[in-house]
């Protein structure tokens, strides 16, 4: 090649380069955006179980609905929209339940009519405890449980479980809120390590409700 032919390859590349190095910036830019949305909600969710917990005797709402036998029947079903129902004062928006990269649910406009699990991306734990402040509490729904999708339900999971993340939403990784009121992000392999801290004395098994 002559020393025009390698001047015009080189130009031909940079070209190339500034054509489509923006767009996939702007893309990972998006994707970084919404993980942080995520974040965020999950944040403002663990503040609301704090603001319950002080308004209703240091009891979280999954506790409170131990004494409601209606209540607890809905949630064991696994109608996970009755508990954020309970916590909409302290919520104020049905939009904190939705993670921004979920494409499989909706967001609500409002608590009451036409709210369901269609419009939550987040599980929680059904044994949460203030008692307990590294347990998992809530987090991003899409898991998968020895490789396959858990559907919505009771998810009831042992320690020999092997729980990893799909790649639907956060590219194989994932966020928790802890009972301490913090948020993790972490892979699969940091989901089982705080899976392993989320335990109480008295439990065989931990139980999430998957929307």
């Known amino acids: 090649m002559t020393l025009i032919e390698v001047m015009v390859v080189i130009f031909v590349i940079v070209v190339l380069a500034a054509m489509f190095l923006p767009a996939d910036n702007g893309s990972r830019r998006k994707v970084v955006a919404m993980r942080i949305n995520c974040v965020n909600n999950l944040k403002y969710i663990g503040l609301a179980f704090r603001v319950w917990e002080g308004d209703n005797g240091d009891r979280y709402p999954i506790q409170f609905a131990v004494t409601n036998s209606d209540t607890m029947k809905l949630i064991s079903n696994g109608n996970s929209y009755v508990l954020w129902q309970m916590m909409s004062n302290e919520l104020s928006t049905p939009i904190l339940l939705h993670c921004p990269a979920d494409t499989e649910h909706a967001e609500a406009t ?38 396959v999708r858990f559907p919505p339900g009771i998810l009831n999971l042992s320690m020999n479980s092997s729980v990893t993340w799909t790649k639907e939403r956060h590219n194989g990784a994932g966020n928790i809120g802890i009972a301490d009121g913090s948020v993790q992000q972490v892979t699969s392999r940091g989901f089982n390590f705080a899976l392993s801290n989320s335990t109480t004395t008295n439990q065989s098994a931990i139980r999430f409700v998957i929307p």
Do not use: K
């Open 110 to 147: 409002g608590f009451a009519t036409g709210f369901s699990d269609a419009n939550i991306s987040y599980f929680f734990n059904l044994d949460g405890s203030e008692a307990y402040p590294q347990m998992i509490l809530t987090g991003d729904d899409n898991l998968a449980v020895d490789g």
